[in-house]
């Protein structure tokens, strides 16, 4: 039972499937392990026990009944607390919704408890889910498993460590500028930020009234230990809205192929614009390596029409936009005021302030914009199947909560960088509306995991995820952190 909790999602639904475990014993197992081991991480932060226990009973009567069982069947898991759920405290981070306890579950939580799983727990993230870091007032910072004293990334910086320490089958995040990619690298895990529009949005929390509509730009995905966890994930938690489902079916393409040698791979793995660090480079190159090692020619050269400062002109002021609602009107006026008297802004608070308090006309010109760079990407998805990007430009980085995401810098390679930069790879792909899956490739020499982006062209999320079961398969996949392998 000691490493029971750290098995895949996958697994786990196959053994309580096949009678050789049951719902109620993983459910006490995975609480074992958050009483032993959630005081340092700080990962899961509102329970739900007495109804979970219930779910994972009656769980277990139909599994001793007999015949079909859905796919999550008797899985405990947790929800990131962006994401609306019914009964249960929901705050997105915020002491504005300190008592908030949604009526209703977000469509991503009503599939997952229809295909059976045991939803126990909510965790932690930034307030509205706006860092890469998970901290916040309500609840306090979340640890990193390989490394305490640094972040597990955010936003859904809490889902990542809760999955990689074995505290529960998954989790389902977010991901506006990297937000389930990046804690998925820092924590080495894997995750998948599908095509956008792909899952439902709905019962998302990044404002107070939040939740009714769907953000641009942000998607609802899966964090898990596999790859196999996230494509059975990915299908329970796909389909249209349940306004759209009476007239439209989701038929997403299948793969290029199972076979990786059928896969036309190109790479990108550093640019001028937003260099990695010699530690991500590294790793990043023998993970290509390893692709070549199979026989597959992988073009290193191969790149969209496009400059990668795109992101800086079109892609964040996209998604500032688009997480505007969760300023305040205090810090609308001042963003406001910097708009009209930009003097002494940094160049960063000078594209959030512009972006937030942006005129109609200005955000329609900017979504032409894009739709010209995706248009790019769709015909350079022609003649290349899998781009292979870095997911951040650095492994996880010691925890950094005095000033702010205008203020921070990293130290990397001897160099002050931007603390914006930590999402441009991420945001690259994500305001196109690619998928991406994100497994980790490699280990640096002080123990931290780093992943890689695996992308593919729009609504070609098999085919990343296939590809990225190939690199789990050559590089090993998930690792469990020292802290997590406990003792009987």
Known sequence: MVDLGLSSAT?????????????????????????????????????????????AGAADARTMAGGKLPPLHGLPCSIKDAIATEGVRTTGGAVELTDNVPAQDASVVRRVRDAGAVVFAKSNL?????????????????????????????????????????????????????????PAHFSGICGHKPSFGVVPALGYIDHQTAGSTEPDVNVLGPLARSVSDLKLLFDVIAGPTEDRAPGWRLELPPPRSRRLADYRIGAWLDDPSCPVSSPVATILDQAVRAVEGEGVSVDRNAR???????????????????????????????????????????????????????????????????????????????????LLCPVIIVPAFEHQQ????????????????????????????????LPSTVVPVGWTDDGLPVGIQVVGPFLGDRSTLTVAGHLERLLGGYRVPPMAQLST
Do not use: C
Request: net charge negative.
């Open 11 to 55: 697994e786990l639904a196959a053994a309580i499937k096949g009678r050789e475990l049951s719902s109620l014993e993983l459910l006490d197992h995975y609480l074992e392990r958050v009483e032993q081991l959630n005081p340092a991480l700080n990962a899961l932060v509102t329970f739900d026990l007495g109804r979970a226990r219930e779910a």
């Open 126 to 182: 930034p307030q509205w889910s706006a860092d890469m870091q998970a901290f916040n007032e309500l609840f306090g910072t979340t640890n990193n498993p390989w490394d305490l004293a640094r972040t597990p990334g955010g936003s859904s910086g809490g889902a990542a460590a809760a999955v990689s320490a074995g505290l529960s089958a998954f989790d389902i995040g977010t991901d506006i500028g990297g937000s389930i990619r990046g």
């Open 304 to 386: 969209p029409g496009i400059s990668f400062d795109v992101v800086h002109d079109v892609g964040l002021p996209l998604i500032s936009a688009a997480t505007s609602p969760g300023r305040s009107e205090e810090e609308m006026e001042r963003f406001r005021q910097i708009v009209l008297d930009p003097a002494g802004a940094s160049e960063a608070l000078l594209m959030r302030a512009r972006a937030s308090a942006t005129f109609h006309r200005d955000w329609l010109l900017l979504t032409e914009e894009r739709e010209r760079i995706r248009r790019i990407w769709a015909e350079f998805f022609t003649t290349v199947d899998i």
């Open 402 to 433: 005095a000033g702010t995401l205008y203020t921070r810098s990293l130290h990397v390679d001897g160099q002050q960088r931007p603390y914006v930069d930590l999402i441009l790879w991420t945001s690259l792909i994500g305001m196109a509306y």
